[in-house]
Nanobody, 120 residues
Framework: QVQLVDSGGGLVQPGGSLSLSCAAS????????MGWYRQAPGKQRELVAD???????NYADSVKGRFTISRDNAMNTVYLQMNSLKPEDTAVYYC??????????????WGQGTQVTVSS
């Protein structure tokens, strides 16, 4: 079993910053990638950013230049630094990870989600 615990959301004014973190624990043999998705009311869940074990990153066009994803491999933790936040960034943010629990078996896991609200 693998658990993802994400945290760090909250209410911030436009132009402000927030930092999210997500820690993976449990039966972890190797983490393939970790990342963040978000889902706004009435919209589909979308990729925000992800990072693989080699620290290669991928960002949604809407957040490039404003958000930074990073990863601590030793702590099995991923971070998302969000700057210059806009009202359209308001959503529930979910941590995602693809993890090998053995040499041959990998699965996809999700955190419980953390609310980010950007409003004046």
């Amino acid at each position: 079993q693998v658990q993802l615990v994400d945290s760090g959301g909250g209410l911030v004014q436009p132009g402000g910053s927030l930092s999210l973190s997500c820690a993976a624990s449990g039966s972890i043999f190797r983490i393939i990638s970790m990342g963040w998705y978000r889902q706004a009311p009435g919209k589909q869940r979308e990729l925000v950013a992800d990072i693989n074990s080699g620290h290669s990153t991928n960002y949604a066009d809407s957040v490039k230049g404003r958000f930074t994803i990073s990863r601590d491999n030793a702590m099995n933790t991923v971070y998302l630094q969000m700057n210059s936040l806009k009202p359209e960034d308001t959503a529930v943010y979910y941590c995602n990870a693809r993890i090998y629990s053995s040499t041959v078996q990998w699965d996809e896991y999700w955190g419980q989600g953390t609310q980010v609200t950007v409003s004046s």
